[in-house]
């Protein structure tokens, strides 16, 4: 176990040198700079870029500035953002924790979701009951992303306009509410992306479940626990899910990305400044450091979520854990 | 006195794109209170099936047929509704199958899944279930027992883990036992021990065992009374001295032919040409026909009812009726087809 | 016996004795994979589904009304809902919907096909080779696909696009094709790790036949069935993607139409052009949905398992598993 766990950290730590120097080597290699389309204004005379260009070391060769960049943000300083005018740490520590609640909540619907539609598929396989709830989760599986979101959005906050249309929160009454009632507000811009997001992911791991279950439904132990006296629902509530719910833990760890690296798409039509939505306007924004602190900040919160997913299917798993 | 156990005409068809499987096919026998019965036959004649039907563990496209009859303890079992069957399943009628390693669950301990057994039928709250799994295991054997009962069915070996499947089909004390090929996965010393194991337990206990085996040797040892099964029918039954000493049915003189015997003239093994013929499509007549050394016009037309040979010995051969037809042996005609058997 | 092997199709709730003899009990297949997949529904609503769309996408020119990208009045044809002259309604530049949906159908399936097998073709000749040849050959390759795989490749791809500016559709493909063949490798390697050391192959080799032919001949044929399904699958999902990028304006560029494009366009006032959002999705959603479909119908007609099917008069395939018919 500890073999294994040295192992997957060393391989976790040059997963992300790689990824870092990716995102390093891709955001420089595009043409257009953050100080040319910060200061794109024509009345700025190329001499003045000139000079921020070296105030922030941007003529430097691209090897140095690397290094540098390297350096700095092993020591926690990410750069300085050109678009938001704030560090990139400071940008990153608020977009961070939105994305966090709103696929945190999600992915614990989704999961407690899956996992029991997936039960109910498998513990009557074939019957029409799996059926229907297999087609209508294809369906689920097979929709896009945005539009959903759109068509959510479309529905409930235009055309019957139960919840706000996107945004944190209420721009313009949220800080003359009263706790209550900003925490209601709060709650009420989270209800339609968390739905999206929620049903989204249900539908994959719903499928994912079911097979999980209908693969281990042929076993010999699972008639052992018939002939045993069990009832068919108890052994597979008990006796399979069990052993099918270990490559369910895998794949929430899998899910984990989804976790950091936000919905991007979600974010984006619910106007949810998250780590997607801020990354992406970055992008337009050629803001390099904020570009690249992102997607190496959400890299690298995939690679611990990989981890620590298979440090915990290993532990659950007797067979890994006691060798 | 009534038997424990009384099959009547049990027949089990699976019903599949190639045909109707006939697994088993007009069985009929019984087991009485304590008494250990020997199934012998080969892979293919049903014996299997005929267990999985007793405990109703055939499912679609598996279905006991019309006709059948299943009576334990005074019972119809298959009248019994759903519910009522799973208060027989483990608690009145117990099974220990094959393969130990696979018939265990990986991801609870040994004492979790000799306790459930408590628990689901004598209600016991999980501290009691327990101790009496840690009381099983001492009973069937296991060295230090209260360890063993926190590990996982992979820490353990082949044999013992088949002593705690026995342990978890003698928790609630049944009357009782299918044991379908125990020992086939295991080495032949373990043999002998689990073997050993349930001839003392279930004397001691009073328990009577159905036991399903290919071999022979088996059931010599452990049973007093001997089916041998052979395409979904039973094709001989006699008490163990009986069948070993003065068997009828040429399958079963093919089956103690094929023993290899320690001691003896060391020969070439016989063996009984040819293959079981497809349960989707039994020939007509017997069953055995082909494979028969002494067959003739008859066996090809009439299939044969089973015959009285002697008190408690019958066998479905026409050998009964025609004793004289033994005199001249032929090659089956498997056998001058130049198709053989392993 | 294996007991497993008879359907638990449902959980009994009396026993099974049928008085009736005549009550039908569903028969089970031993037959092969091919007519397991010619009798289930799954593939052929998908295979009849992306037959549709690809002889859509074929005729475009034939079947569209107007030219997708001609403007037909700049003032008075502009955004308009659906109506009998334009059943999906005009879009912001007075341009057919109905008309660029069925053009888009062309670039959006021309360019996930194209990725596709682009992708596929490479990650199964990397996977196999990695995986038949192992050792540092097998170590490096694999590295390298664990340390994609980390990365959030919808994020790369966005970053990627975004900053290098206008990027043809061929690019585009090749960049989707780029971050795609990871998966199949990944899985073509596990595959070809599974029947390496199987009789044949090790026949072969003692043979002395050389480890290419082998490559080509033993262990392809047996690796391109899971390989044929993700690709399958993939199709779907990279239309999905497709679709995404051109929504957030940075995939098929305009005046191309591309699905997501025509959403792109409706994106300002969804509510009120609302048909520029969902009849595009639609179309989205149900090439998708048969990509899927047939995808699954794939996987569970090569399933392993269900292969030996043999009747010992006791072996019989179950039904339970693989994903839920339809």
């Known amino acids: 176990m500890r073999r294994y766990l040295a192992a997957r950290l060393l391989q976790a730590l040059g997963v992300i040198a790689f990824i870092t120097t990716l995102s390093f080597v891709v955001v420089r290699l595009a043409p257009g700079d953050p100080v040319g389309t910060a200061l794109a204004n024509s009345n700025v005379s190329e001499s003045v870029r000139q000079q921020w260009r070296t105030a922030y070391g941007l003529d430097r060769p691209v090897s140095e500035q690397y290094v540098r960049w390297l350096a700095n943000a092993a020591r926690g300083e990410l750069g300085y953002s050109f678009y938001h005018r704030r560090p990139v740490r400071d940008v990153l520590a608020d977009a961070l924790p939105r994305t966090m609640l709103l696929t945190g909540l999600a992915l614990l619907l989704s999961f407690a979701l899956g996992i029991t539609v997936g039960l109910l598929q498998a513990e009557r396989a074939n019957s029409g009951r799996d059926r229907w709830l297999g087609r209508a989760l294809l369906l689920l599986y097979s929709v896009p992303d945005f539009w959903l979101a759109l068509v959510i959005l479309m529905l409930f906050a235009y055309r019957l306009p139960f919840f706000p249309a996107g945004g944190l929160v209420d721009p313009v009454l949220h800080d003359y509410l009263t706790p209550g009632g900003q925490l209601l507000d709060r709650l009420k811009h989270l209800v339609l992306p968390v739905v999206t997001l929620t049903l989204l992911s249900t539908a994959g791991i719903a499928r994912f479940q079911r097979s999980a279950l209908v693969a281990v439904l042929p076993s010999d132990w699972m008639r052992t626990a018939v002939a045993k006296g069990l009832s068919w629902k108890q052994a597979v509530r008990r006796h399979a899910l069990r052993n099918a719910l270990l490559p369910t833990i895998t794949l929430l760890g899998l899910s984990l990305p989804v976790f950091a690296a936000g919905a991007i798409y979600v974010e984006r039509v619910f106007s949810w400044p998250g780590m997607g939505f801020v990354t992406i306007s970055a992008i337009a924004a050629r803001d390099y450091a904020l570009v690249t602190s992102g997607v190496l900040v959400m890299s690298v919160l995939v690679v611990v979520g990989a981890l620590v997913a298979d440090l915990v299917v290993a532990a659950a798993d007797p067979r890994v854990r006691l060798g | 006195m009534t038997p424990l156990l009384e099959l009547d005409n049990l027949r089990t068809w699976f019903y599949t794109d190639s045909g109707i499987a006939r697994s088993v096919d ?21 014996k299997s099936v ?13 279905r006991i047929e019309a006709g059948s009859a299943i009576r334990f303890e005074g019972k119809d079992l298959l009248s019994l509704p759903e519910r009522e069957m799973q208060h027989v399943r483990g608690n009145r009628i117990a099974m220990v199958f094959q393969e130990p390693m696979t018939a265990l669950n990986p991801v609870f301990t040994v004492g979790d899944q000799i306790a459930e057994v408590a628990r689901i039928h004598a209600g016991m709250s999980k501290r009691d279930a327990a101790a009496k799994a840690i009381e099983m295991l001492r009973l069937v054997g296991m060295p230090a027992p209260e360890q063993r009962a926190t590990e996982y069915p992979h820490q353990l070996s082949g044999g013992m883990r088949q002593r705690v499947v026995i342990a978890m089909a003698l928790v609630m004390n049944p009357a009782l036992v299918i044991a379908d090929e125990p020992t086939t996965a295991l080495d032949v010393t373990i043999q002998a021990q689990i073997l050993e194991l349930l001839a003392d337990l279930t004397k001691r206990l009073g328990t009577s065992i159905l036991l399903i085996t290919h071999d022979l040797g088996v059931v010599a040892e452990n049973c007093s009374r001997v089916l041998v099964m052979y395409a979904g029918e039973v094709v001989e039954e006699a008490l163990t001295s009986d069948l070993f000493a003065r068997a009828h049915h040429p399958y079963t003189e093919g089956l103690l032919g094929a023993m290899p015997r320690v001691g003896g003239q060391a020969e070439r093994l016989a063996t009984i040409p040819g293959t079981v013929p497809p349960p989707t499509a039994w020939p007509d007549g017997c069953r055995f026909r082909e494979r028969c050394p002494y067959a003739w016009e008859r066996c ?17 051969c026409h050998l009964a009726v025609e004793p004289e037809r033994r005199l001249h042996p032929h090659v089956p005609l498997a056998a001058q087809q130049g198709v053989s058997a392993a | 016996m294996r007991w497993w092997q008879t359907s638990w199709s449902r959980p009994p709730t ?32 998908g295979l009849g589904v992306l037959a549709a769309m690809a002889l859509i996408a074929l005729l475009a020119p034939v079947l569209a009304p107007y030219d997708p990208r001609v403007q037909l009045d700049i003032v008075h044809l502009r955004s308009l809902p659906p109506s009998f002259a334009h059943p999906l309604g005009t879009d912001t530049f007075s341009r057919d919907v109905l008309s660029r949906l069925i053009f888009g159908a062309r670039v959006s399936l021309t360019i996930s096909f194209v990725a596709v097998l682009i992708a596929t073709a490479f990650g199964t000749l990397v996977g196999s080779v990695a995986g038949y040849v ?43 094709a780029a971050v795609g063949w990871f998966t199949v490798s990944r899985l073509v390697r596990a595959e070809t790790l599974s029947i390496r ?21 033993h262990v392809l044929p047996n690796v391109i069935g899971p390989a044929i399904v993700a690709a399958t699958l993939a199709v779907g999902n990279v239309i999905l993607l497709e679709a995404g990028l051109s929504y957030l304006g940075i995939g098929v560029r305009p005046p191309t139409p591309s699905w997501g494009s025509i959403i792109q366009d409706g994106s300002e006032r969804v509510s009120d052009l609302w048909w520029l959002t969902l009849f595009p999705g639609l179309a989205i959603l149900i090439t998708v949905f048969a990509c899927n479909a047939l995808g699954d119908a794939l996987r569970d007609a090569l399933d392993p398992r269900q292969l030996h099917a043999s009747f010992g008069g006791l072996v019989i395939p179950s039904e339970v598993e693989g994903s839920a018919p339809l």
């Open chain 2, 50 to 62: 005929t267990a999985l039907s007793i405990l109703r563990l055939v499912r679609p496209p598996g």
């Open chain 2, 26 to 46: 007009g069985v009929s026998f019984h087991v009485d209170q304590g008494e250990t019965v020997g199934v012998v036959g080969e892979s293919g004649c049903g």
């Open chain 3, 197 to 217: 050391d199987a009789d044949f192959i090790v026949a072969a080799r003692a043979l002395g036949v050389p480890s290419w032919r082998i490559l080509a001949r």
């Open chain 2, 300 to 316: 090809a037309v009439e299939h044969p009812p089973l015959y009285q040979i002697g008190v408690n010995h019958v066998s479905r």
């Open chain 3, 134 to 176: 192992g050792g540092v050959v097998d170590t490096v390759l694999m590295r390298l696909v664990d340390a994609a795989f980390s990365v959030p490749t919808l994020l790369l791809l966005i970053v990627v696009i975004a900053l290098w500016g206008e990027i043809g559709v061929a690019f585009l493909t090749l960049l989707i």
């Open chain 3, 14 to 45: 009396r026993a099974f004795v049928s008085d009736d003899v005549t009550t039908p009990v569903r028969a089970v297949s031993t037959s092969s994979a091919r007519s397991r997949l010619r009798r289930d529904r799954r593939a052929a609503i």
